[in-house]
C-alpha cells in the first residue's frame, strides 16, 4: 500500500500491480516478424482476453478485444466539465522476438541489498552493476527477473500491469474527478507494426501517453526516425567445375558489402546518444541471390538520407567489381520522430512533467534511441509521448523492473488524468 497527496489529503492505493504483473509475464505473447498474420501470433490474444475480463470485473462494461487483437475500452468521465480531453493510455502486449518468452518464471528479489542477481536457472546470467547502473538506485526495493533462461516481459507488461492499477483505483474512487478516459493495448509494437490496425477514429482520444519507458521519472517526447532497407543481389550462377571467369555468388558479394560497413562508426554497438545508424537484421541468400535487410535509425530524416546514401555507396562500390552481377535498392518508411508533433502540442509534455512532480520525483526529459507506438500515433493524430514504465534491460535474459518503480508509475498514471481535468 502507498500513500498520495491529492489536492492536499492523503489517498491510499491499494496496489494490484505487482500481482497483476506477476499474472501478465507468465503468458507467452511473443510476436513473430515473419508471419504476415495481425497479430502475428495468435497467442497474443490469449492476454488481450485476460484483459478485458479485468477490465470488465472492474465494471467497464465496454472493454472488448477486436479481431486484430487490440484491446479497448472507457473509464466514463466523473468530472463536470465539458471540455476536457479525452485521453489514452496504451501499452503493447508483445515480448519481442529477440529472446524466448515462453515458460518465463517470474522471481521476486526482496528488499536488494546491492549486490550481484544470479538467475538460478542459469548461473551464467548475473545482474551486476557494471552492466545495469540504475540497480543502484534500488536499494531496498523489491527487483523482479525472469529465471535465466527467457526474458521477462517487463517490456511492456510492465505498462499493462501499471495502466490497469491505476484503472482500477480510479473506477474505485469516482471521487476524483477526471475526464474520460481510453485505454489501448496493442500487438506486434516489437515488430514495428503496434498500430498497423489500430482505429484511431474509434479510439476518439484527444492526447494519448504510452507507458513503455525505462528510468524511474523518465518522460520521452523524442524517438528516432526509422526507415527500414532491402538491398537484393542478383548475382551469376554457373557450375562450380567451370565456374572460372563466369561465377559471381551473391552471398560472396553480400559478405563484402558486410565487411565493408563502417565499424567505428555508424552501428548501433559504436554509437550513441543522438548518433544513427545502419544495422543489418537479416541476411539469406543462394549463389544467385541473396537478400540482406537493414534498419537505418536517426533522429532527423536528414540523417537517414545520408546512412543511406552510404549504405547504397557501398553496395555500388562493390558491385562496380562483379560487371555481371546487379543489386536492388529499396527504403520502407517505418516511423518519424514524434517530437515533431508534440512541439505542437506543449502542455501534453508538461502535464506528464507535472504528474511525475507530484508522484514525488524529479521528471528526466530524454529521447529515445528506438520507438514506440507512440511515435506513430503522435503521426496519425493522438500526440503521444512516453512515460517509464520502470523496465530495464528490455529484450534480454536479465531485463528487469522494480515493484516499487512501478508503483510510481501507477501513481504517475492517476495524477496525470486528474492533471488534465484540473488545467481544463
Known amino acids: 500500500m502507498t500513500q498520495i497527496k491529492i489536492n492536499k489529503s492523503v489517498m491510499k492505493i491499494e496496489h494490484t500491480v505487482l500481482e497483476r504483473f506477476l499474472k501478465y509475464v507468465r503468458i507467452d505473447t511473443q510476436s513473430d516478424p515473419a508471419s504476415p498474420s495481425v ?36 473509464v466514463p468521465a466523473t468530472s463536470d466539465k465539458p471540455d476536457v480531453p479525452v485521453i489514452c493510455f496504451c501499452s503493447h ?3 519481442s522476438p529477440d529472446s524466448s518468452g515462453t515458460g518465463v518464471e517470474p522471481i521476486v528479489h526482496k528488499n536488494y541489498k546491492g549486490g550481484p542477481i544470479t538467475l538460478p536457472d542459469d548461473p551464467s546470467q548475473v545482474l551486476k552493476h557494471a552492466d545495469h547502473p540504475h540497480l543502484l538506485d534500488q536499494i531496498g526495493n523489491d527487483i523482479v527477473t525472469a529465471s535465466g533462461t527467457t526474458l521477462l516481459g517487463a517490456d511492456n507488461k510492465a505498462g499493462l500491469a501499471e495502466i490497469m492499477d491505476a484503472v482500477h483505483h480510479l473506477v474505485l474512487h469516482p471521487e476524483l474527478k477526471h475526464g474520460k478516459i481510453r485505454i489501448l493495448f496493442t500487438p506486434d509494437e516489437e515488430i514495428g507494426r503496434g498500430v498497423d490496425k489500430a482505429d484511431i477514429e474509434k479510439l476518439g482520444a484527444d492526447f494519448g501517453y504510452t507507458i513503455d519507458g525505462e528510468q524511474r521519472g523518465s518522460i520521452e517526447d523524442e524517438t528516432f526516425s526509422a526507415d527500414a532497407v532491402t538491398l537484393v543481389i542478383h548475382g551469376v550462377s554457373a557450375h562450380p567445375g567451370f565456374a572460372k571467369g563466369k561465377l559471381e555468388n551473391s552471398m560472396r558479394i553480400a559478405g563484402e558489402i558486410m565487411a565493408a560497413l563502417p565499424k567505428d562508426r555508424l552501428s548501433p ?5 543522438r548518433e544513427g545508424f545502419v544495422h543489418a537484421t537479416s541476411i539469406s541468400g543462394t549463389v544467385e541471390k541473396t537478400t540482406l535487410s537493414f ?3 536517426d533522429f532527423t530524416e536528414a540523417g537517414l538520407a ?6 547504397k555507396h557501398i553496395a555500388e562500390r562493390i558491385l562496380a567489381g562483379y560487371p555481371g552481377s546487379s543489386f536492388e535498392f529499396a527504403v520502407r518508411q517505418q516511423y518519424r520522430n514524434m517530437k515533431t508533433v508534440l512541439d505542437q502540442h506543449p502542455q501534453v509534455v508538461d502535464h506528464a512533467v507535472e504528474a511525475i512532480r507530484r508522484a514525488g520525483m524529479k521528471p528526466i526529459r530524454s529521447s529515445i534511441r528506438g520507438g514506440t507506438d507512440g511515435s506513430r500515433l503522435s503521426f496519425m493524430g493522438l500526440p503521444c509521448p512516453n512515460i517509464f514504465a520502470g523496465e530495464h534491460a528490455f529484450h534480454s535474459k536479465q531485463e528487469w523492473v522494480s515493484v516499487q518503480d512501478m508503483e510510481k508509475a501507477v501513481e504517475t498514471i492517476i495524477h496525470l488524468a486528474l492533471i488534465w481535468e484540473e488545467k481544463s
Open 306 to 311: 545520408t546512412h543511406e546514401a552510404e549504405l
Open 269 to 273: 554497438e559504436s554509437t550513441e546518444k
Open 295 to 297: 534498419i537505418v535509425r
Open 93 to 95: 502486449m508483445d515480448t
Open 39 to 74: 497479430p502475428s501470433t495468435e497467442k497474443q490474444k490469449d492476454l488481450g482476453r485476460i484483459l478485458v475480463a479485468e477490465l470488465l470485473e472492474m465494471g467497464i462494461p465496454d472493454a472488448h478485444l477486436d479481431e486484430y487483437g487490440y484491446v479497448y475500452a472507457t
